[in-house]
């Protein structure tokens, strides 16, 4: 059985900082690409940032320079730091697995929320 499990969310004042984890079971994790999306209220879910099965790392127009993610493959963990956060990051965030586009698998999400 897969199983996704978010860590990590709460209640982040803005300007600070946040680590979200995600702990990996029943997949090959090194095989895997793995990503963070978010999705808030009203809106449909995008993408944060991923990193290949190679450890390449993308990140949306809108965190660069603020998010990074990465992954430990020993521990078959995935992570996204947040800095400098701002109330637009508030939301419900998703670790997602995915081989090639065949196999997805999605957690079931942590919320996000920034705020004074």
């Known amino acids: 059985q897969v199983q996704l499990v978010e860590s990590g969310g709460g209640l982040v004042q803005p300007g600070g900082s946040l680590r979200l984890s995600c702990a990996a079971s029943?997949?090959?994790?090194?095989?895997?690409?793995m990503g963070w999306y978010r999705q808030a209220p009203g809106k449909q879910r995008e993408l944060v940032a991923a990193?290949?099965?190679?450890?390449?790392?993308k990140a949306a127009d809108s965190v660069k320079g603020r998010f990074t993610i990465s992954r430990d493959n020993a521990k078959n963990m995935v992570y996204l730091q947040g800095n400098k956060l701002k109330p637009e990051d508030t939301a419900v965030y998703y670790c997602?697995?995915?081989?090639?586009?065949?196999?997805?698998?999605w957690g079931r999400g942590t919320q996000v929320t920034v705020s004074s």
């Open positions: 990193i290949s099965s190679s450890g390449s790392t």
């Open positions: 997602n697995a995915d081989y090639r586009t065949v196999q997805r698998y």
């Open positions: 029943g997949i090959t994790f090194s095989i895997y690409d």
